[in-house]
């Protein structure tokens, strides 16, 4: 069964740090690899995704990914963190020959600190 | 910009009560997704629709039922509802564009069973 990592759960960062978030995927067929937000209060969002060419994908908000096929890996990363992208941040994978749901990671809870 | 509308943000239910959720999405979006959201464990798939009357399980779906009779709504029904299901209930749509749709989602329905 095809399973999506997130290794880290909780991420407390102060403002200006850098970050790096993992997502391994356990499938080894072609993929389309998704990155969404959830800010608190607000409704599950597209930050980013991957499905062909260039594997360094740029989202919103300064946001940049990394697929790596050989780690079946697409973790996401920014440079500096701000107080506002404190949030939850899952990863999620649609395979191919699949039905076209998204699977999603466990998710991981960022706190920003000023 | 793409609308998915969940009926209640916040429910509180009697145990062994028959619970209805409503999502709407107004973009004519052919796949409609039930999630289900608990802290560590992410977002859950309890039923997932591709057209009207279609409906197939997650990866959850015990004492969860589904109905899809228009395009735009998919509802979630708990049939006897139960204090473990008390949770945050996501619903999402998607077009049927093959690997590289990203999905849209509503505010999500926070359900107690008390």
């Known amino acids: 069964a095809q399973s999506v990592s997130q290794h880290n759960h909780h991420v407390i960062l102060s403002e200006a740090a850098s970050l790096e978030l993992g997502c391994n995927y356990s499938?080894?067929?072609?993929?389309?690899l998704f990155w969404y937000v959830q800010y608190p209060g607000q409704h599950l969002q597209l930050l980013l995704k991957?499905?062909?060419?260039?594997?360094l994908v740029k989202g919103i908000k300064g946001f940049e990914a990394e697929f790596i096929k050989s780690k079946f890996s697409f973790n996401l990363r920014k440079p500096s963190v701000q107080w506002s992208d404190t949030a939850e941040y899952f990863c999620?994978?649609?395979?191919?020959?699949?039905?076209?749901?998204?699977?999603f990671g466990r998710g991981t809870s960022l706190i920003v600190h000023p | 910009d793409v609308k998915v509308t969940q009926s209640s943000r916040y429910l509180v239910k009697r145990t062994g009560e028959k619970v209805f959720l409503e999502c709407v999405q107004d973009?004519?979006?052919?796949?409609m997704f039930w999630y289900r959201q608990d802290p560590g464990l992410g977002l859950r798939l309890i039923y997932f629709?591709?057209?009207?009357?279609?409906?197939e399980k997650g990866d959850i779906p015990e004492g969860y039922s589904v109905s899809r009779e228009k395009k735009e709504r998919f509802s979630l029904i708990l049939e006897s509802a139960s204090t473990n299901q008390t949770s945050m209930y996501l619903c999402?749509?998607?077009?049927?564009?093959?690997?590289?749709?990203?999905?849209?989602f509503g505010q999500g329905t926070r359900l107690t069973v008390v």
């Open positions: 999402a749509s998607s077009t049927y564009g093959g690997m590289n749709t990203e999905a849209f």
């Open positions: 973009m004519d979006h052919e796949n």
């Open positions: 999620a994978v649609i395979r191919s020959g699949g039905s076209y749901i998204p699977t």
């Open positions: 629709s591709y057209d009207v009357k279609m409906k």
């Open positions: 991957y499905f062909s060419g260039d594997p």
């Open positions: 499938y080894g067929g072609t993929v389309n």
